[in-house]
């Protein structure tokens, strides 16, 4: 009898076990981000038609992401490519339990913006003394910028802890330093020039700094480019004039999730997990991406730049980093 009843809990576990399995999380940053209220939901109707029920989960952000993926065998997370590399360099071990699913959705634009300085070699000049202002210490931007302090620490490392101010939003932080002289915010955002923060710019007459820096372009995780150099509008065409374009790099969002081989071999879950992984990355991007409303052009609207202009940025980079002090 005593047989009987533990056969009897241990199906019940398994189909337990095996409906949740199905229900995959998908960590998609804060409610006001475009992860969780564009990116996710389109991501949700690609995969109900195969059957899955996933749902998108509220959280602090990439950081955050990762660390929720860690702990559900099932979940997938939406990172910043360079947050997860900066991640990554400090956590290799961890990161070791986790691999890439896709990162051509979309790529998030790196922008510097400063009201009197132009270009990365005015930045370089006065590296020593320029302030920068971030966005707050959790945010994408700011691990951005701890990454490419990796990445380019002749450059970004000089960069004292006195000269940075974390402002309490991207908003906030592109205003204070188009208040300022010899001051700079870095803010991290999809290409859509109907955004707050690039009409900001904008109207206020600010320059975006092109930093196109080689090692930055170089730089790979996981068999990944962590970044890219793209073109992509700041402002809308109009009936007589033309969109204003910015050519900076920009960072993918990747897709990661543990591989399937943690799960238990023969069991439901292992088997949706393997069908999960199989379908994400072989999917159409279309499919999983916006399909109406004003977000569907968003994911389109930036494109490669031409190699033409992106070896000029490139070189003059180098320039100016050769010539520091």
Excluded at 7 to 35: R, T
Excluded at 158 to 171: H, N, V
Excluded at 273 to 297: A, C, H, Y
Excluded at 306 to 311: C, D, I
Aim: aromatic share 6%; net charge positive; with cysteine.
């Amino acid at each position: 009898m005593q047989m009987l009843k533990t056969i009897a809990v241990a199906a019940l576990i398994a189909i337990a076990g095996a409906g949740a399995s199905a229900a995959q999380n998908i960590y998609s940053g804060g409610k006001a981000g475009a992860y969780f209220g564009t990116l996710c939901p389109a991501m949700l109707d690609g995969l109900r038609n195969e059957g899955f029920t996933p749902n998108c989960v509220e959280t602090k952000g990439s950081l955050d992401n990762i660390e929720k993926v860690l702990a559900d065998q099932d979940g997938i997370a939406m990172v910043q490519t360079d947050a997860f590399a900066n991640w990554a360099a400090a956590n290799p071990d961890a990161a070791k339990k986790l691999v890439t699913i896709r990162a051509d959705l979309a790529n998030e634009g790196v922008y510097f913006v400063s009201k009197n300085l132009t270009q990365f070699g005015d930045v370089v000049r006065i590296i020593t003394r320029v302030k920068l202002v971030l966005p707050p210490q959790g945010s994408g931007a700011a691990q951005t910028f701890e990454n490419m302090k990796k990445v380019l620490p002749n450059v970004f490392t000089r960069i004292e802890t006195a000269q940075i101010t974390y402002a309490e939003s991207a908003s906030k932080a592109i205003e204070m330093a188009l208040a300022a002289d010899n001051t700079i915010a870095l803010f991290v955002q999809l290409p859509d020039p109907a955004n707050a923060n690039f009409k900001t710019v904008v109207e206020k007459k600010g320059h975006f700094i092109p930093v196109v820096a080689r090692a930055l372009v170089n730089q790979q995780v996981n068999g990944q480019n962590v970044y890219v150099i793209e073109t992509r509008p700041v402002t809308e065409a109009g009936f007589i004039k033309n969109a204003v374009e910015v050519t900076t790099i920009a960072t993918p969002i990747m897709l990661i999730t543990q591989p399937a081989d943690v799960l238990p071999a023969g069991t439901n879950q292992r088997t949706n997990k393997e069908d999960l992984i199989k379908l994400v990355k072989g999917m159409p991007r279309e499919k999983l991406l916006p399909k109406s409303g004003p977000t569907v052009s968003l994911f389109n609207r930036a494109y490669s730049a031409s190699q033409t202009v992106a070896k000029d940025l490139v070189d003059k980079a180098e320039e100016a980093i050769r010539g520091m002090k």
